[in-house]
């Protein structure tokens, strides 16, 4: 499932636990529609990947103003943003499970 209204809805409003608001974040980062929403989306989306809450996506895609965004593959293992980030913090099966979100 890519990123929804409900993701949305999910974002805007913090409709939902802890874990749909993280995952709602991922899909809208996996397919960049968070760095083309609205402010608030993108400071949550960047203080969640700081956290190693989330990670970024599986390939670059541009932010509104066309800036690159990079994939999690881009970054330097065990940096915000990189799959090694998630394992340190969360365990590998929390970060497999974030990876295979669309």
Not at 17 to 26: M, P, R, V, Y
């Amino acid at each position: 499932m890519a990123f929804t209204v409900d993701d949305l809805m999910a974002l805007e409003d913090g409709d939902g636990d802890e874990q749909t608001i993280l995952d709602a974040l991922q899909r809208g980062i996996n397919d960049g529609t968070v760095w083309r929403l609205s402010g608030s989306a993108g400071r949550s989306a960047m203080a969640a990947l700081a956290s190693g809450a989330v990670m970024l996506g599986p390939r670059e895609v541009r932010d509104a103003y066309g800036t690159p965004v990079p994939s999690r593959d881009q970054v330097k293992p065990g940096t915000k943003g990189s799959f090694d980030l998630v394992v340190q913090t969360f365990g590998r099966e929390y970060a497999e499970r974030l990876a295979s979100l669309p």
